[in-house]
Structures are given as C-alpha cells and as structure tokens.
C-alpha cells in the first residue's frame, strides 16, 4: 500500500494524543493537540488547508482540509461518538475533488480512537490500468 509508513505515523500521532487527552473534548481541541503532538514527530503539514475544488476545470470554490501532510495525505478528523457511513463518503469525495490518493479520516470523540485510510477509488483504477499497460508491452 502506498504511504503506508506515513499513514501508521500519522495515525500513531492521533493514538498518542487519544490516548493522552481521551474522549470528549471539541473536535478544534483534539485538531489543536493533533498538531502539536506530529510536530513533535517531525512531520511537515498545514493545518485547516484551503484546497481548491474545480468543476471540468472550473474553480468553484475551496474547502478547508483539517490537515495536509507531507504534501500528500489529506487527514480529516472528527469528535463524534461514533464513525458513520457518512463521514466515509464525505472523505472519499474530498479525495476525490482535490485529485489525492490516499486520506486518514480520524475520530477522537469516541472511546476507543477510530481511524479509517480513505482511498480514491478513480486514482487507484487509472493506476491499475496504467500498470496492467505497462506489463502487457513489456512482455
């Protein structure tokens, strides 16, 4: 998997800082602490990113990512009691509007840390496809 190093790092950070502050607190709170606790890990990011969104070329506006690492994994985060369906969509369309492979949707607000590695599905069939290419010619 791709950025699978980067993506346990970073989601060791959010274990770090569940497992410090626990459940409860206000999502600014947990992003705050969030920050400081992968500054300590030495890793590069922007914190509430305004990332463009394009419409067939378009600019139709921003939205603001909770963080940007390493200039390449979108993290969103949440303080909800429990993950939902929803918030998976949500993520994976983001991934999507800003043409990134890989994002980290994490939830402080629940008991346990709850984390999900968000993939875009349209990036990951053009690779494959790019890939089954490449094999076929060098036969």
Do not use: W
Not at 29 to 56: G, H, N, T, V, W
Request: proline share 1%.
């Amino acid at each position: 998997m791709r950025d699978e190093k980067l993506t346990h790092q970073i989601i060791g950070c959010a274990l770090e800082v569940h497992n410090t502050l626990g459940n409860g607190f206000q999502e600014v709170l947990s992003q705050r602490a969030l920050a400081i606790e992968m500054k300590l890990q030495a890793l590069s990011f922007e914190r509430e990113k305004d990332m463009p969104l394009k419409y067939k070329g378009y600019d139709v506006g921003t939205r603001r990512v909770d963080f940007y690492v390493e200039g390449k994994i979108m993290v969103e985060i949440k303080a909800l009691v429990n993950l939902e369906d929803v918030h998976l969509a949500q993520a994976m369309n983001y991934l999507e509007a800003y043409n990134l492979e890989i994002g980290l949707l994490i939830n402080f607000g629940a008991k346990s840390l709850q984390f999900k590695r968000v993939h875009n599905n349209k990036l990951l069939k053009k690779s494959r496809h790019l890939d089954n290419r490449n094999n076929q010619g060098s036969r």
